[in-house]
Structures are given as C-alpha cells and as structure tokens.
C-alpha cells in the first residue's frame, strides 16, 4: 500500500479520496461524528498540501434510488465546521453539479459528492455496471486516496473499481486502522481478550473459529450468548436462539477446551417479558441465574455477577478487542452490561480497540474521551472481518499497484 506522501506534490491537483461518513443521524442531526473527525488528518494533509480534495461517501443504504432523506447535507456542513472552510456538496454523485463542483475547486479547497449509493451502478454485483460509474469518478480526480476503512470490506465502484484506474494511495485512517488490526492478528500482547457481543451468532461464526486461534480469552455477551448457553444444556426460554447453530457452538466449547483456551459466557442475566424497540422500552427487568431463565422470558442484557466476571477478565487482559453489546444497549434499563464493558475497557491498562458503532457509541455516550483506549475503529464489519482472516476488496486493490 502506497502512503499520502508517495503520491509526490499534490498542489494543484484533484484528490479523489474516498471517505465512511455513514454516521447515525436523529433527524438531520448527527448523534455520533467520530468517522468524520476520524478522516480530519487526511483532509488536513490534502489541504496543506494544496489539493483540490473531492469526497466520495455514502450514507444509509438507499438502494441506488435519490432519496433526499440520505443526503450528505449533515454530514457537509458537520464536516466544515471541523475543518473550519466550507464545504461544497454537489447535487449529483457524477453528473453535471459535480462536474461544476470539481471544476471550480481552487487549491486547498474541499467538495463532497452527493451519496454515491444514490447511483445504481455503485453497489452492483456486475463487475462492467461497477467499472463504467468508476470511469466517471475518476474523471474527477487526477489520483485516488482510499480512506473510509469503514466500507473497505465492501466490492463497490468508490471503494474497489476506481482503485483500478488512478493512480492511489490509502489515508492516513486506513494506514492506522490496518496497522493495529495487523498488530491485533500477528502480535497481540498476552492475556489477549476478545469480547464479542451482538444480536446473531450467524454473524461472528467466522470470527469466533479464526480468534480461538489467536485469543487467550474469548468472552461472550449479547442476543448472541443465548446459543451457546443452549449449548451448554440450558433452557432460554423466548431469547434469541440460532438453532441451527447450537451445535457449531457447543463444537467451540470443546475446542477451546481442548486447546487450553477460556471461553467465558454469562452466569446471570437480566430477562424481560417483552421489549418494544420502536418505543425503546421494557417491562420489569429481573435477574436471573443463565441456567433459570423462565419460560416466557427472554435474556436482554446479562446480569451483574456476569458483569463482574467479565470486568476480572478484562482487568487481567493486556490486549483486548471488542465488538457488539452485552444486551439491548439502546433501552436504559438493558444497557448495564455493555457499559460495564466500557467502563472496565477505559479503565484498563491494556491496548484496547473497539470496532462497531454500537460500542463505540456506548463508550463516548458515557462521557469517556477517546484517548482512554488505544483504538476506536471505524470499522464494525470491515474489522471483524479483517479479524476472520478473510481478504478485503478494498485493501487489496490498493496492494495490487
Ligand atoms: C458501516 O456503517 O458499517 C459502513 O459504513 C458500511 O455500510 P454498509 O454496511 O451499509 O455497507
Ligand atoms: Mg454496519
């Protein structure tokens, strides 16, 4: 991968960089702004540098269709703010506001393209579909800088495609997030502890078999614990249950036995009778042994002697990584678990990187500053999948030149 400065002097000339600004919003206000502060040491390099920067970004899933609901707009303005310039949003992704856009740029100045999901082609599974939108983008750039890692698992035409037709580089937030997930996969520090939470086992089967390999500990909360507690003999009563996967799981507790590794899941649990997530509410909350969970009730957070056996563990980690709440982390009354988390994660003396919007979300909610863990990623799918081993379309287009 080459770095920003290999690209040689860029003054005057047009950067296309492609940026993860999928940021959650209430309304048009964004909730959480760390992916566009986490792109600032680029832009700011590209703009000393005298660079006519163009910004290719998406946000939601729109499906290919215009849909003013997942405009940039909040995303322009935010980022203006930070950069303390404004900054252009064009009305269209490549056509004729863009073209005007990039064309009246001067040097060091900044624009955003409209969300490049609103083009049909962006997301296509048909290679010559991606291929002929990432000619238009690159009509609008003289080189290519990748630097939303958050989208680096994803074969799409601003991420992988026009990769291939100018000269690139990767930012410096790819460079980082590469390095400390590189660090994670070949030289963790030991006691290395992975924490995984989340609704659907389904989802971290993969990660799980690759990280059995590499962790010491692997801990386990969320919708997704109640499959291996099935696993271990237990009734659930109306939790989340993957059963097809009951078997996979009580497949990894051996595993991890027979390898001398430590799989940690919940010892109690807070069940509820019934949860609304469009309101954000419970019922009554009550705390019940992992082996006693009542019929008609389901685990939604795991319960505090499980949040002080995961705390220990934490504790003793000199490497962690976490992905995924313990429980239903956007309802007050079942977020104890994934802040208990947080809290022994800053806390902690250990290197510790949180991947996934949702612990990330739940670490700067409670009021804790960045710096009180080693790493944010920006990242929850592409980091976990960078962690199972897999290969990255977006990282690897920009080792093949
Ligand atoms: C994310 O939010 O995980 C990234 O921006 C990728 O978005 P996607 O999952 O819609 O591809
Ligand atoms: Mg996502």
Known sequence: MKSLEDLGDLRGKRVL??????????GDVITDDGRIKAALPTLTYLRSA???????????RPKG????????????????????TEVKLAADVVGPSATATVAALSDGEVALLENVRYEPAEESKVDAERAELAAKYAAL??????????????????????????PNAAGYLVAKEVDVLKKLTETPERPYVVVLGGAKVADKLGVIDNLLKVADTLIIGGGMAYTFLKALGYEVGISLLDAEKVDTCADY?????????????PVDTRVVAELDFASRTASAVTIVAASEIPADQEGADIGPETEKLFAEAIRGAKTVFWNGPMGVSEIESLASGTNAVAKALAESDAFSVIGGGDSAAAVRNL???????????????????YLE?????????LEEN
Do not use: W
Not at 389 to 397: D, Q, S
């Open 389 to 397: 081993g897999k290969e990255l379309p977006g990282l690897a287009v």
């Open 367 to 385: 009021g804790y500053p960045d710096t009180a863990f080693g790493h944010i990623s920006t990242g929850g799918g592409a980091s976990l999948e």
């Open 50 to 60: 005298g660079a006519k920067t163009v910004i290719m970004a998406h946000l939601g």
């Open 17 to 26: 960089i492609r940026c993860d600004f999928n940021v959650p919003l209430d």
């Open 141 to 166: 750039g003289d080189v290519f800088v990748s630097d939303g890692f958050g989208v680096v698992h994803r074969k799409q035409a601003s991420v992988y495609d026009v990769a291939k037709l100018l």
């Open 253 to 265: 507790l051996e595993q991890a036995k027979a390898a001398g590794k430590q799989i940690l899941l």
């Open 65 to 84: 269709e215009v849909n003013p609901k997942y405009s940039l707009s909040p995303a322009a303005k935010r980022l203006g703010e930070l950069l303390g």
